[in-house]
């Protein structure tokens, strides 16, 4: 029988590397290649399909494919017992398809395509697990993202003013014309759904229901940064408002979530909210003008939260799936490879030099440092810098040191060999890839000088983290955790700033509350009463009457004609 599973691992990780060599190839020649097959005439205006192929989308589909081939080899075993492996396997590849048609097309309507696939892709991965959660968590996901879906609707619509679907042509446009305007605003709108900004930010931690797969490839590198790839592509057509309304969002997005995953327990959700950080940091270096370095940080983010996921994967398939960070402890002495591996990722996410997170974020830190800029897009960007530190090592704290907390319930080793083969590929590219893709993008060097303090500002505010996820975490019988003692703030804070209770009871409950009146007084009220059933009364009355009319009695009859008689009469 063949394996289904190592077919497409061996088939992505063939094409990935293929994808790879072209993308060098475009960059060494600084090539772009343009393939347009017309496939109708729509009142002048050419429904074409479009595809474009430069250094950008060859690297990022070279990447996504990497990470689904070992996401997919990593399921073999991960999966192993499901019935249903095949379909979910043909689910993940589906999504990967609908990833490259997004990412190969200058075109809204082909974009369209493939963000709608991911949209109906995600929300099969979503409730794969069929329980009532994950109906939850999917609906949310999938509603969210119609708003952007419909963003981009409205865009295909408005431009057909202008005669052609490639918006390629237009960026220039789009930032000067009035009109054209509404296209810039409304595609921001879609990658703020798709990419889980303030306020739609609630669908990223509730789709973590679905198998943690597919959330080490959909909710790390793919589908949450969609809606980034989007505004790379677009980012001509941003004008200065639109850039400082984008910054301020992104910024808070990236203080709320960094805040959030300092407060919450659940393992998966605290790497939810971790990638919903970094997508805010990309958001904020790509309002600022340096669409290179959101790209750079995307690609390198992709690689370290993707193992992240499947490390934290491993830890839940160990511990007979539980994902509470408060029953885990002491998981080095047992899992010392798979800890090994989160480590790292969880360096890399801090920006430890000369693993591939430090080469993106320090850039962005630097960069952003010498940008010109107030002092609240300055301050809340190293308070987040220093939050992401700090929630790293409070989940070290609870997984590796310790006590293990879960009894002797369950026998903790590391996960079966095919599992760590799929993360073992993943820890050389998160070690290399950082200096290899600042080699290979930026052809010119970036002078930055600074002075002293703000060139040690980032090194100040990761050492405050990783102080504070120390204290925020320290537990035992005889010492004072603060996150217990404000239980009250902490729930708070961990929810979001009640965003997904805004976003789910906050629109539901007005409507059934609505209907539940509307049903009560009206439907089974007044419009009952002056409606079918007093006209039901009358009728059943008035037929009564005519029945006993109707019934043959002969002195009616007579009387009836003497009435008529007297009427002619008269």
């Not at 306020?199 to 809606?227: D, I, K």
């Not at 340096?290 to 983010?301: I, N, S, V």
């Not at 952003?368 to 939050?387: A, E, K, R």
């Not at 998160?430 to 600074?450: A, T």
Request: charged share 10%.
């Amino acid at each position: 029988m063949i394996n289904i599973c190592l077919c497409y691992f061996s088939l992505f990780l063939l094409l990935s590397l293929s994808l790879f060599l072209i993308s060098l190839w475009l960059m060494a020649l600084d090539l772009t290649c343009f393939v347009e097959y017309e496939v109708l005439m729509l009142n002048s205006s050419p429904v074409s399909m479009t595809i474009l192929i430069d250094w950008m989308s060859t690297l990022f589909m070279s990447f996504v494919l990497f990470i689904s081939s070992m996401v997919i080899l990593y399921s073999d075993e991960y999966m192993y017992g499901d019935l249903n492996i095949k379909r979910f396997i043909l689910l993940v590849v589906m999504f990967v398809l609908s990833m490259m048609l997004l990412i190969i097309s200058p075109n809204l309507i082909s974009i369209l395509l493939g963000w709608d696939g991911l949209g109906l892709v995600s929300y099969c991965l979503v409730i794969y697990y069929q329980n009532v959660k994950s109906f939850n968590a999917g609906m949310i996901t999938a509603l969210t993202n119609r708003i952007g879906d419909v963003a981009l609707l409205m865009s295909i619509a408005w431009m057909l003013n202008y005669g052609s679907w490639n918006y390629i042509f237009f960026l220039e446009e789009m930032k000067e014309d009035l009109y054209m305007k509404l296209i810039s605003i409304l595609v921001i709108l879609a990658a703020m759904t798709k990419s889980a900004q303030i306020p739609f930010s609630s669908w990223l931690p509730a789709a973590m229901a679905a198998p943690t797969p597919v959330s080490s490839l959909v909710h790390s590198s793919t589908l949450v940064t969609a809606g980034v790839y989007l505004l790379i592509r677009f980012n001509y057509s941003l004008n200065d408002s639109m850039m400082m309304m984008l910054l301020f969002i992104s910024s808070m997005t990236m203080f709320m979530s960094g805040l959030g995953a300092n407060f919450e327990f659940d393992l998966k959700k605290i790497i939810a909210l971790s990638t919903l950080s970094q997508l805010g940091l990309m958001m904020m270096i790509l309002s600022l003008g340096e669409y290179k370095l959101a790209f750079f940080h995307l690609l390198t983010h992709a690689l370290f939260k993707a193992l992240l996921f499947m490390c934290a994967g491993s830890v839940i398939h160990s511990m007979v799936n539980c994902q509470d960070i408060r029953f885990m402890g002491s998981l080095s002495l047992t899992m010392p490879l798979t800890c090994a591996f989160m480590n790292i990722c969880n360096l890399s996410l801090c920006g430890i030099p000369f693993l591939s997170g430090f080469y993106s974020k320090d850039l962005i830190a630097e960069v952003m440092s010498m940008g010109y800029m107030g002092t609240y897009i300055y301050s809340i960007f190293y308070i987040s810098i220093g939050l992401t530190v700090s929630y790293s090592f409070r989940l070290l704290y609870y997984l590796f040191v310790g006590d293990l907390n879960f009894g002797s319930l369950v026998y903790l080793s590391d996960s079966g060999k095919v599992m760590l083969k799929g993360m073992s590929g993943l820890i050389f590219m998160v070690v290399i890839m950082g200096s290899v893709l600042s080699w290979l993008m930026f052809d010119s060097l970036y002078v930055i000088v600074l002075p002293n303090m703000m060139k040690y500002m980032t090194l100040l505010m990761v050492s405050i983290g990783m102080f504070i996820g120390f204290l925020v975490s320290k537990f035992s019988l005889s010492s004072y955790n603060l996150s217990l003692e404000n239980i009250s703030v902490s729930y708070y804070l961990a929810g979001m700033w009640n965003m997904p209770v805004l976003s789910t009871s906050g629109v539901n409950y007005t409507p059934v509350m609505l209907g539940n009146l509307y049903i009560n007084s009206l439907d089974q009220g007044w419009v009952e009463f002056y409606g079918s059933q007093n006209i039901y009364k009358h009728l059943i009355k008035n037929s009564v009457i005519m029945q006993f009319i109707l019934s043959n009695n002969i002195k009616l009859f007579f009387m009836l004609m003497i009435v008529l008689f007297i009427f002619i009469l008269v």
